[in-house]
């Protein structure tokens, strides 16, 4: 059944290949990108110099007998490539470290979201009626919210944690997928195949998961990619704002708030760094998002 | 008419069970908040009948929910249907006062920071359709994919660092400088300045505005990037834009003024939908550039465990941006005759 429904999207993604090349180089240049980061986080204990939290700019100060106090921010020399912060901890390692937290927190707010949005956009689309407008009336009301007001009181509500913080995200995503899907399902429950496999006697669940579904996942996927991007900005956001993750831990968003009383001060590295990586990772799934709805998306296709 | 009538009728009752939902979301969102606001207010070391009373005089030791009518739900659903959205723990005033007092701050950087990205999206997106294909089309177009993936508060670190500390040419924090004393009438320094002829001000505020609203404007404008050059695109194709240039109209004119005119009503709806993503953002940029607003208050009651503050602050938010989404919902039905029904 896996392959059944996989396989139809899969040779769809091929046949659209060809025709469109300058979306699947934005694709492919977003997955390299994303793939250099997925792998260094992996593998960040052997890629790191340093560990995420030891002071190593004392001991370089004592040993070149610098001027300066012990954990005096260094900027970026041959030993520390991106410097070294306010506790003489390596800026380098520590984004090795932190793209783990970034990364672990938003794509698990955006899978939790895609298993609770899915399947009620299946449901209220499907049966209609006082369900769906229950439900959309639900939606709707979570949608109309600023997302990152939301996840703040989510995340003031449920304290700090990397658990608590992915489901203050993904709370304010789940409206996203029901849109999606249930908009889908309204427009493929009329379509005559469906028909035809009612009339065959199919019932709603086969209709709805070998139907309806596999229609579904070319948009689902679109969404996940773009949501993805977007839930790492909004954990930045609450890290940024001292709310939802531990403050020992080693992260971009946290780096950051910390890094922000250094703007007077010049040491440019602290807050430079770990800013462009969430960016870059955030493109990342940006570009594989709105490639693939270009290529998915014949409405936009341009002559 | 008759049909817009009912449309915006349905349109307003459609608004009014959201509010509901929103308000018991709130509610219960609140009221689960770990710690006690009572000993967070007095200090943990206050003796026990000092804090019971508190509680008492607060309403606290109700009942949250239950099916009598005097429990801490019904208090607040008729205190807000009454206007009154509670007293800060905090800074012991009517959370009402303290909205009115940071509000402008934040509607002033948000109008700027819009306007920015209109201006500025709307011209490039025109001018990239213009040019289609062309290097500076797939530029623009780039930066519009990427402006999406910007932190604001990191771009706003970066101006700060910048234009702030390295050319030293804008404030970076605050919304006026210490010398001036701004006259307040609407909160609005700006425009507080022009009625009270003080220009001193109007330059002061201005000054400080640019940091700030260009870090949100150019978080905020590549969809509107993306939608110009879309719609322009799109209209482009018109016949009678294929008349206009048959008639020998310049290029220039029929692109900047017979199509863009037409691809302006999507824009519109646009920045509605656009405001709850302002409003987003403009915590995070307030809190960036010390800017005394909203946000700024929102993060403080987090902080202080002031839940009516941040209860109503959140209220005043999502009502904001529902009152929004109305209003451009029913400017729509007006321009636009397709959308009723």
Known sequence: MVSGFLSKPFRFFISMSKEHKGEWYIIVAGALILFVIIFSSVFAGIIAPYGPVTDVASPYIKEHNLDLRAATPLPPNETFIMGTNDLGFDVFSRILFGSRT???????????????????????????????RT??????????????????????????????????????????????VRGQVLSVKEELYVEAARSIGAGPMTIMTKYVFPNVIASVVVIFSLNVADAILTEAGLSFLGLGLPPDLPDWGIDLAKGKKFVPSGYWWIITFPGLMIMLVALSFTMIGEGLNEVLNPRLKEK | MRALLSYILTRILLTIPMIFILLT???????????????????????KET???????????????????NNQFVDYMSAFFHGDLGQSLWYRVPVTEKIAQYFPATLELSFFALLFAVVFGVATG??????????????????????????????????????????DWFPIAGRIGARVSPQVITGLYVVDGIITLNFEQVASALWHLVLPSTALGLILCGIFIRLTRANMLGVLKQDYVLAAN???IPKRRVVYKHALKNAFVPILTMMGLEFAYLM?????????????????????????????????TIIFIALLVMGISLLVDILYAIIDPRVRY
Request: charged residues 10%; neutral net charge; proline residues 6%.
């Open chain 2, 126 to 167: 025109a001018f990239a359709a213009h040019k289609r294909k062309s290097a500076a089309d797939y530029s623009i177009r780039l930066f519009g994919i990427t402006s999406y993936s910007i932190p604001v508060f990191w771009l706003g670190l970066m101006l700060q660092m910048i234009f702030g500390v390295a050319f």
């Open chain 1, 102 to 132: 970034v990364l672990l927190v938003s794509i698990a707010a955006s899978i939790f979201s895609a298993l609770m949005g899915i399947p009620i956009g299946l449901l209220s689309g499907f049966y209609g009626g006082k369900v769906d």
């Open chain 2, 25 to 47: 979301l709130v509610f219960f969102i609140i009221r689960v908040m770990p710690g006690d606001p009572v000993k967070s207010m007095l200090g943990a070391h206050a003796p």
């Open chain 1, 135 to 180: 439900l959309s009336l639900l939606m709707d009301s979570i949608y109309s919210f600023p997302g990152l007001i939301l996840a703040i009181a989510l995340a003031a509500m449920l304290g700090p944690g990397v658990t608590n913080i992915s489901v203050a995200i993904a709370v304010i995503y789940v409206p996203t997928y029901f849109r999606i």
């Open chain 2, 280 to 312: 987003s953002g403009a915590v995070l940029t307030e809190t960036t550039f010390s800017w005394p607003g909203m946000g700024s208050f929102l993060v403080e009651s987090v902080n202080y465990r002031d839940f009516p503050a941040l209860q109503g």
């Open chain 2, 51 to 69: 804090m019971d009373e508190v509680r008492h005089q607060l309403g606290l030791d109700k009942p949250i929910i239950d099916f009598s009518t």
């Open chain 2, 246 to 248: 048959a008639r020998g």
